[in-house]
């Protein structure tokens, strides 16, 4: 932590001190604006970016059960209030060559911190400090008359993600020793070769990923694969295959598992622009080892010419269970899914970040979602969680009823730097939890989080 707290500090000073020196000197006739700009050092050729982005929140808890449904098998063991925070600085390049294509690349590194919990065997608090992005890219630019940048290659450590996150959108495991389980800044997979080819309104992707997993939970999972997507107007549909490979002692399902997806987005009705739907199928074969299917339905409605822009949008998501009964494997990977907005595609502040995963799992969302203005956003997400095996989520379970959860959330954008995210949760456990765990008490979770973007 002291590593990541010198590096605000410096951060601040980097930014902060020039400007302080400049206030106590007495006033001057201003030269040319040229003249007064001061060099970075860096090759002025190349165009710089410079990011720094940080996050802190306070979250507590009541009656939680404490799992990891990010990573199975990991205990959090967090307590009733806890903190988190992180730091992200990043420098990214891009140089145009004479035939207007690009070479590309970025550099960030991610701190984080989790502190006034006791994640057993780390200690009370737990942080680390590692590189994030780490890529060099080359882009087509207007070089070739198929389009702009219709060819797009990147190697290195870099995020990918697919559709909204449904089964690829995270590339590295958080909490455990490394800390940061909510704030989740990790994102990139540890290697990562990307080709993309975009003749007009298709796209064309091969992929390799190494997912970066915790070292007490490192399954060795990677794979390769090709994505196809069609973005007719209003509309993109996508398809996907996959090929996973792990350590086969550690993971046997995934080890050799084939993934094929399909998806849409679409708003079909142009008399009707607000209304939209959305649709994903994946089914993973591997033999015995893994033959399981998931997929999830939804209808969107806003109210565009109404006061505050209301949504409505109704969910329903299956994750395959295993069925006991017979010699396969049912039982859904839900693979490496994220955060792309509250509920996707961790389901649920309490259920989904604490207790369950995608997996032998169906539910039903009903959300509204408001905009009071352009800094100003809020709704209410209803959940209704039930099981596919109920036999197979516990020793004695035999009921599907699993529970029902309420969120409220509120996003206020103080300006373009500052967000502060407000949240509030209840959930009732319903029977299947009371059958595997002797709990019923009702959770109650709150949520205050900061973040700053520069």
Known sequence: ??????????TLWVVVSPAFVHAQDPP????????????TGLPPRIKWTFNFDTGWGTFGFANSLYDNPKNPGVDEHLSDQWFEGYVKPALAADYTLKSSSQIYGKVSAVGERT???VPNPFGEDVSSFQAEDLYVGWRSG?????????????VGRAQYTLGHGFLLYDGASEGGSRGGYWTNARKAFQFAAIARFKPERHTIEAFYLDKDELPEDDLGSRLWGVNYEFRPERSTIGAT?????????LSPGRDG???????????????????????EYAAERNGDARDSNAWTAQGAYELSAVKWAPMVTYRYAFFQGDDPRTPADESFDPLSPGFSDWGYWWQGEIAGEYFLSNSNLASHLLRVHVTPSEKVGGGLMLYKFRLDHPETFGRGVTDRNLAVETDAYVDWRVNANFTVSFLGAFANPQKAVTEATGRSKNFTYGMLYVAYSY
């Open 257 to 279: 598992l084939n993934v094929f997806n399909l998806r849409a987005d679409t708003a079909p009705v142009p008399a009707l622009p607000d209304l939209s739907f959305a649709f």
């Open 28 to 39: 001057q006739e201003k030269p040319d604006e040229a003249a007064d700009e001061r060099p």
């Open 115 to 117: 502190y006034g919990s």
């Open 142 to 154: 207007e070089s070739l008359s198929i389009g702009d940048n219709a060819i797009d290659l990147t």
């Open 1 to 10: 932590m002291s590593r990541v707290i010198s590096c605000l500090l410096v």
């Open 241 to 249: 295959y996959m090929r996973w490979e792990a350590h086969h002692d």
